[in-house]
C-alpha cells in the first residue's frame, strides 16, 4: 500500500463533511431574501381574511334575523338587538329560538360587539366597524355592512 493515499483520504473525507463559512452565508441571504419576499404577502392575506370573516359572520346573522321575522313577524328592533336572536324579547310572540349556535352573539374578529339598526321600513343593518373601530375607512379599517355588498 502507498503510504501517501492513506493519508490523504481522511483530509478529503474532513474537508467534504461540513459547509464553509461562505457557503453558510449564502443560504442565510437566500433565505433572507425569501422571507422579505413572500412574508409582506402573507401577512396581507392575513389581513383580508378578517374582513372575509367578518362578512360571512354578517351574513349568518342575517340568516338568524329572516328566521326570526318567520316566527315573530318582524325583525327585532334596534332596543332589541342582535341578542333577540339568542335570548326571546319580552313582546317576541312566537319566538323559537335561539337562531344561532351557541348561547351569545359572536363579536366581530377584532372582539367587538357588531351593531345593528333597525329602522322598521326598511331591512336591518348589521355592521362592523374594522380593524380600527371608527367609522369610515379603507382597507383592514373598512367597514363590513350587510347592506354593502
Not at 334575523?65 to 313577524?73: A, C, N, P, T
Request: net charge neutral; proline share 6%; glycine share 14%.
Amino acid at each position: 500500500m502507498n503510504l501517501r493515499s492513506e493519508t490523504r483520504q481522511p483530509a478529503r473525507a474532513s474537508r467534504a463533511a461540513g459547509f464553509t463559512l461562505i457557503e453558510l452565508l449564502v443560504v442565510l441571504a437566500i433565505l433572507g431574501l425569501l422571507i422579505g419576499l413572500v412574508g409582506p404577502r402573507f401577512l396581507g392575506q392575513l389581513g383580508g381574511a378578517k374582513s372575509k370573516t367578518a362578512a360571512i359572520q354578517i351574513h349568518d346573522l342575517e340568516k338568524g334575523l329572516e328566521l326570526f321575522k318567520l316566527d315573530v313577524g318582524r325583525f327585532p328592533t334596534s332596543e332589541e338587538g342582535l341578542d333577540a336572536l339568542v335570548r326571546q324579547p319580552a313582546n317576541a310572540r312566537g319566538w323559537n329560538g335561539p337562531y344561532l349556535k351557541g348561547n351569545s352573539v359572536p363579536e366581530d374578529p377584532w372582539g367587538r360587539p357588531y351593531k345593528y339598526s333597525f329602522a322598521g321600513t326598511a331591512e336591518p343593518e348589521i355592521v362592523s366597524l374594522g380593524a380600527d373601530g371608527a367609522s369610515g375607512g379603507e382597507g383592514e379599517n373598512a367597514d363590513v355592512s350587510s347592506t354593502r355588498k
